[in-house]
C-alpha cells in the first residue's frame, strides 16, 4: 500500500532553516508528482509546493516563493521540501501527497513551529 512518511519537522527562531523529508513506498515513486501541503492551527490545508516526476519543474504558494525550495531523489523514493527565511506564519503541520490514478494519498504530516 502506499504509505508516505514525513521527517524534519520542529521549533525553529523566525529567519531559521528547516530541511523536510518525505519518504515514499509502495507504488513508483519516479512516475509521479509529489506535493507538499500545510495546515495552520485552525485554517485548512493550503498548498505549498510541487514538483514533477523527474524533477524538471517545480512550482510554488506566492507566499513560499523564494524562501522555499522542492526537490526529489528518486533513487531514495524520498522529496524534500527546504524552507528559509522562515517566517511566524509558516507554523503548521506540513504533509506530502501524491495523487494516483484521480486518488490522493497524504503522510500524517510533521509539525514546524516558527517563533517570533
Known amino acids: 500500500q502506499v504509505q508516505l512518511v514525513e521527517s524534519g519537522g520542529g521549533l525553529v527562531q523566525a529567519g531559521g532553516s528547516l530541511r523536510l523529508s518525505c519518504a515514499a513506498s509502495?507504488?513508483?515513486?519516479?512516475?509521479?508528482?509529489m506535493s507538499w501541503f500545510r495546515q495552520a492551527p485552525g485554517k485548512e490545508r493550503e498548498f505549498v509546493a510541487g514538483?514533477?516526476?523527474?524533477?524538471?519543474?517545480?512550482w510554488y504558494a506566492d507566499s513560499v516563493k523564494g524562501r522555499f525550495t522542492i526537490s526529489r531523489d528518486n533513487a531514495k523514493n524520498t522529496v524534500y521540501l527546504q524552507m528559509n527565511s522562515l517566517k511566524p506564519e509558516d507554523t503548521a503541520v506540513y504533509s506530502c501527497?501524491?495523487?494516483?490514478?484521480?486518488?490522493?494519498?497524504w503522510g500524517k504530516g510533521t509539525l514546524v513551529t516558527v517563533s517570533s
Open positions: 514538483i514533477n516526476w523527474t524533477g524538471s519543474s517545480t
Open positions: 501527497n501524491v495523487r494516483l490514478l484521480a486518488l490522493d494519498y
Open positions: 509502495g507504488y513508483t515513486f519516479s512516475n509521479a508528482g
